[in-house]
Nanobody, 120 residues
Framework: QANLVESGGGSVQPGGSLRLSCVVS????????LGWYSQTPGQQRELVAE???????KYANSVRGRFTITSDASKNTVYLQMNSLKPEDTAVYYC??????????????WGKGTLVTVSS
């Protein structure tokens, strides 16, 4: 059983919008944060946005003002609204749930990823 299931990726022209969704399995014990990471071939996975269990969002500088992360606890779902998309946003986007054991030790859960392609 998948812990995190993403959807909403696809192809869009520059300036367009997409909304990614990620359903978080209830088998994951109350994550401390939910987030979205992006990865391109040959590169490390990078944080795009995350939201704490208290609802505090954090964004990478490259997406601040264009992307919005939200969560719906009733649906166990986290969303990433992506507006004003640029070709450099092209990547596989992974959903993440993080559970902290202490400040320096945490457990990550990952989805399988969804591809976003921004091209004219």
């Amino acid at each position: 059983q998948a812990n995190l299931v993403e959807s909403g990726g696809g192809s869009v022209q520059p300036g367009g919008s997409l909304r990614l969704s990620c359903v978080v399995s209830r088998s994951i014990p109350r994550p401390d944060s939910l987030g979205w990471y992006s990865q391109t071939p040959g590169q490390q996975r990078e944080l795009v946005a995350e939201i704490s269990s208290e609802g505090t969002p954090k964004y990478a500088n490259s997406v601040r003002g264009r992307f919005t992360i939200t969560s719906d606890a009733s649906k166990n779902t986290v969303y990433l609204q992506m507006n004003s998309l640029k070709p450099e946003d092209t990547a596989v986007y992974y959903c993440n749930a993080r559970k902290y054991r202490d400040i320096d030790n945490w457990l990550d859960f990952w989805g399988k990823g969804t591809l976003v392609t921004v091209s004219s």
